[in-house]
């Protein structure tokens, strides 16, 4: 069954970009959509934007000015950045497998990545 | 704060009946949007539990089981158990002015 692996830096400074990568394993990228949700410690969980084939995208609209999701197929892996970052974007950052249902829900997700923001 | 409301917390007894709601609003489940609920166990990931208001994905007890009505759905879990101690998630879509993909508040269940 696929699975899922975040990685990259988990502490970030105030004002600059966060980068975490998901890698994918047990099944292909190109198959599915692939979304980015975190969850700030002790706080619920926030959809932050999803990727799909060739790279096509639908972001969260709060945090749409800040983001980028790309995907790399040839790495199977899709890639969160996050710009100018404050103590407020400090989260786990799960990446996760999403299913076009006709509305979308997910149905794997990775182990999360505790990102935090701090100087 | 989401759009979707949860109780903070319910409670029951080791083989009890829980139920969690989950209430939104007519730009969510009440516009027709399809309701999942996820468990979080402590320390760990979320997982699926019911996607497409009532469907079970394979793996998942038969003692979970989810409704929607109107605005609003529900998770019951039957049978309780003390590994089902957990935070539970209801997600859905929601087109207001931020139209995006949303998670309720959360629900913490705790055995007694």
């Known amino acids: 069954q696929v699975q899922l692996q975040e990685s990259g830096p988990r502490l970030v400074k105030p004002s600059e970009t966060l980068s975490l990568t998901c890698n994918i394993s047990g099944g292909s990228i190109s198959s599915y959509y692939w979304s980015w949700i975190r969850q700030p410690p002790g706080k619920g969980l926030e959809w932050i934007g999803y990727v799909y084939n060739l790279g096509g995208t639908n972001y969260n609209p709060s945090l749409k000015s800040r983001l980028t999701i790309s995907v790399d197929t040839s790495k199977n892996q899709f890639s969160l950045k996050l710009r100018s970052v404050t103590a407020a974007d400090t989260a786990v950052y799960y990446c996760?497998?999403?299913?076009?249902?006709?509305?979308?829900?997910?149905?794997?997700w990775g182990q999360g990545a505790l990102v935090t923001v701090s100087s | 704060q989401s759009v979707l409301t949860q109780p903070p917390s319910v409670s029951g007894a080791p083989g009890q009946r829980v139920t969690i709601s989950c209430s939104g609003s007519?730009?969510?489940?009440?516009?027709?949007?399809?309701v999942h609920w996820y468990q979080q166990l402590p320390g760990t990931a979320p997982t699926l539990l019911i996607f497409g208001n009532t469907n079970r994905p394979s793996g998942v007890p038969d003692r979970f089981s989810a409704s929607k009505s109107g605005t609003s759905a529900s998770l019951a879990i039957t049978g309780l158990q003390a590994e089902d101690e957990a935070d539970y998630y209801c997600?859905?879509?929601?087109?207001?002015?931020?139209?995006?993909?949303?998670f309720g508040t959360g629900t913490k269940v705790t055995v007694v």
């Open positions: 996760a497998r999403t299913i076009d249902y006709g509305d979308y829900y997910f149905d794997f």
């Open positions: 997600q859905s879509y929601d087109t207001s002015l931020s139209a995006s993909y949303v």
């Open positions: 007519g730009s969510n489940i009440g516009a027709g949007f399809d």
